[in-house]
């Protein structure tokens, strides 16, 4: 039975397949884990309970403004630090200093919160300004690469991250349109990429801006390089037998996931016509499961946020599992 917490909206984000990650987590009192992406504290949640009271919960989140759910989440009686930075940073840094962890959780892409509040420029749905940046510190907003990036870099992006059919139309088209001028919101961006796409492919497969959108805000946040960088670290991090968990929302970064787990259960990278291994690499990852775990069709229903999450999970080898 979870303790009952109160959150400033707690029903602003529910955490997904949070039975699921309680099971792949697998925490137990007295033991370090890392909530690399904190949000509103659903699944730091449900790790304080399995604490028990005692051990140490480190969150982090690069958002600065989810604080206020970190210093409104119950004291449970566990050590609890909020480090504010890029997950990537953030794990490199602990690994480097000799931070060791029982588990940790990703829980990637942006919050509900992050979506609904449109000055923060995340949403087609809404006209904003153009942003997108999860921290509202970092450099380079939307506003930035829509108006500055090449044609060329617009489609590549919009391809590459976004899947988008229609990623050198729309490209050519934000750039004619920049030469009169700048974008400044989201609305603006819209239209143009409504315009830009052939008018029977507007109607079906979601909305007409929603690829160029997830494409933008992966490039923005640099996702993927930091999802890349972010996975070595947290496998450094971990203790033998120490459980590592990652929710994705997107093929782009599932794939990551997948080959960075293949990579590391494999033992032996000696070519294949070696007689002996020379390499002496062993396994350092045990998948939890071959295929990923998604939502059930009751939590796709009662949350269709949820509905393109996919989870994947493995414990570390070692001499201590
Ligand atoms: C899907 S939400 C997490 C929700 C959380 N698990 C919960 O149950 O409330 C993702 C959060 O991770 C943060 N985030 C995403 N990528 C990050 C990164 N590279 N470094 C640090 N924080 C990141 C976002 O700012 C956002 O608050």
Known sequence: MLPNVSRPNATDHVPVLADEVREALAVHPGETVVDATFGAGGHAELIA???????????????????????????????????????????????????????????????SMQIDRPERGFSYATDAPLDMRMDPGAETSARELVNEASERELTRIFREYGEERYARPIARAIVRRRRERPFERTGELVDTIKAAIPAPARFGDGHPAKRVFQ??????????????????????????????????????????????????????????????????????????????VKPSPQEQAANPRASSARLRAAVKTGNDE
Do not use: W
Request: a positive charge.
């Open 49 to 111: 309970a399995d604490l028990q009271g005692s051990g140490k919960l480190i969150a982090i989140d690069r958002d600065p403004s989810v604080r206020t759910y970190f210093d409104h989440a119950a004291r449970t009686g566990i050590t609890r630090r909020f480090l504010r930075g890029e997950f990537s940073d953030v794990l490199e840094q602990l690994a480097a200093n000799g931070s060791r962890a029982d588990a940790v959780l990703f829980d990637l892409g942006v919050s």
């Open 215 to 292: 494409a933008l805000r992966i490039a923005v946040n640099d996702e993927l390089g930091s999802l890349e960088t972010a996975l070595p670290s947290a496998l450094a991090m971990l203790r033998p037998g120490g459980r590592l968990v990652v929710i994705s929302f997107h093929s782009l970064e599932d794939r990551i996931v997948k080959r960075f787990l293949r990579s590391r259960e494999r033992g032996c990278t000696c070519p294949p016509d070696f007689p002996i291994c020379v390499c002496g690499h062993e396994p350092e990852l045990r998948a939890l499961s071959r295929r990923p």
